[in-house]
């Protein structure tokens, strides 16, 4: 009798450990640059190649840019336990055109899966692969158009990135800050805020980039730029952390490190600056310019 009993016990542990190692996952795309990450900056990496992707294909229709429209279309798609992508629209009523425009984007997306560029990986349950259902806001904004600026070219003094978007922030001679909206073959102006103004009299939207603006640097690295040189993308990193290791006061060990990455191989370090005169003597300072 007690052997019995032994022996569902053993059964039952077998089990509880079976499936506390079958976790539930969600499905998502895989993009090559985030592929040698792990859990949520997988998450956030895979996010903003998705969003990256698409608004680098996206086309705004010119019968809507005529007509002086600004609209959104929310895109559902599903992912299938055979690793393929399935798209489906919520229609915007008021332009055709636009919906048009959005599975256009998402079939080329498509399209990069099939050829292989990109990878499906399926939700589990159990360990088992299933049909998981997403939906993404595609939004057509009209650009602004930047008044009092000029051609002036301006320096580029720090960049905020999230998974949804990236936002830099330039500065001219006079001190006045200007926010941009970046993508991967455009940029859109969004703000200026006036370097001579009160703090306290910005508006909302002035406020919101100002928060912005200063939150980019309680980071111990800041993302200074990113840009093209010569056909090859690259990204300035500012490491503040870097001049807080020595406590020695009396070390000559650099106040900063400015750190080139190159896109085209993620995490790859290729230069480091132990001063701004260094970045602004080497071919990295064009970046800065714009």
């Known amino acids: 009798m007690n052997f019995v009993y032994h022996y569902y016990i053993v059964i039952i542990l077998m089990c509880f450990t079976f499936f506390s190692y079958a976790q539930d996952v969600d499905g998502y795309i895989l993009f090559p640059k985030c592929k040698e990450l792990e859990d949520n900056k997988l998450r956030e990496c895979n996010i903003y190649e998705l969003r990256k992707f698409i608004s680098h294909h996206l086309e705004y229709p010119q019968i809507v840019i005529d007509d002086e429209y600004e609209g959104k279309v ?30 256009r984007v998402m079939q080329e997306l498509n399209d990069s899966i099939r050829s292989g560029k990109f990878k499906v990986i399926p939700a589990k349950i159990n360990g088992v692969a299933v049909r998981s259902s997403y939906r993404i806001p ?12 000029g051609d002036k070219k ?3 003094i720090a960049t905020y990135r999230t998974s949804e978007k990236t936002v830099q922030f330039r500065r001219d001679l006079e001190g006045n800050i200007y926010a941009y909206s970046l993508f991967p073959q455009e940029e859109k102006f969004l703000a200026k805020m006036d370097g001579n103004k009160d703090p306290t009299t910005l508006t909302e939207e002035e406020r919101s980039y100002f928060f912005l603006y200063n939150l980019t640097f ?26 807080e290791e020595d406590d020695d006061p009396d070390s000559e060990s650099p106040d900063i490190y400015i750190k080139v990455y190159s ?10 600056f132990t001063n701004v005169d260094q970045l602004f003597e080497s071919k990295y300072a064009v970046l800065l310019f714009k």
């Open 74 to 103: 929310s895109v559902r798609y599903a992912l299938t336990p055979e690793g393929e992508l399935e798209i489906s629209n919520e229609k915007n009523l008021e332009h055709s055109s636009l919906n048009e425009a959005a599975i």
């Open 138 to 149: 595609i939004r057509f904004t009209l650009p602004k158009k930047e008044t009092e600026v």
């Open 218 to 243: 309680l980071k111990p690295e800041i993302l200074l730029t990113l840009g093209n040189i010569e056909g090859k993308e690259y990204e300035l990193f500012i490491d503040k952390s870097k001049g």
């Open 263 to 272: 896109l085209d191989h993620p995490k790859k370090l290729i230069e480091v």
């Open 154 to 156: 301006k320096m580029v």
